[in-house]
């Protein structure tokens, strides 16, 4: 008998321990594996190195050029008016010196654009984007765009002014070379000098 009140008691303690262990974890679900991240040099560019110039560079170069003759801190007109389109109705929620230094921003991020492998110019013939003198324009691109962010930070319309003349120069290197022979659909565009 007495073996048998001790086989209960330990039965009965070994019940009492289990009641106030926390409960068993349940065996962890594997996470879902993410998708692999597309790497930038492997997708193929959207667009055109014309069709790149047109919808960040040339507005956002213009947005800097633009201070040789406005302050951006000037106080603004309202429109009269409302409605007109995206472009009106949103021309002004960011506005001064915030303008031109996103400008430059972009203009400096977009250099990495312009460098994309697989970029096509518009008369289908491959960007040079390989050759080491149009890196060389598109780094003196990155170098004047970041002049401009600098001079933007100031505050400076004049500072800002002497670095749009230095990012009119980095643009007419490149254009000289590779842009300037016709058309955009010009069989000379895009041709390595010889």
């Known amino acids: 008998m007495r073996v048998l009140s001790v086989g209960f008691g330990l039965l009965f303690l070994t019940a009492a321990a289990a009641a106030q262990a926390p409960p068993a974890k349940a065996p962890a679900k594997a996470e879902p594996k993410a998708a692999p991240a597309r790497s930038s040099a492997s997708s193929k560019p959207a667009g055109t190195l014309a069709q790149l110039m047109r919808g960040l560079l040339f507005p956002n170069s213009n947005l800097i050029f633009d201070v040789q003759q406005t302050d951006p801190a000037a106080p603004k007109k309202k429109a009269e008016g409302t409605g007109g389109g995206a472009t009106s109705d949103f021309s002004s929620i960011y506005t001064g010196w915030e303008v031109v230094e996103n400008a430059a921003i972009v203009i400096t991020e977009s250099v990495d654009l312009i460098l994309k492998s697989g970029r096509l110019c518009d008369n289908g013939k491959p960007a040079p984007v390989a050759r080491a003198d149009f890196q060389k324009f598109a780094q003196g691109l990155r170098t004047a765009a970041h002049k401009s962010l600098a001079a933007a930070k100031t505050k400076s ?36 000098p010889k």
């Open 157 to 192: 319309q004049e500072k800002v002014a002497d670095s749009a003349n230095d990012l009119a120069d980095a643009c007419l290197m490149c254009h000289e070379v590779y842009r300037d022979k016709g058309d955009a659909k010009s069989p000379l565009r895009c041709v390595a």
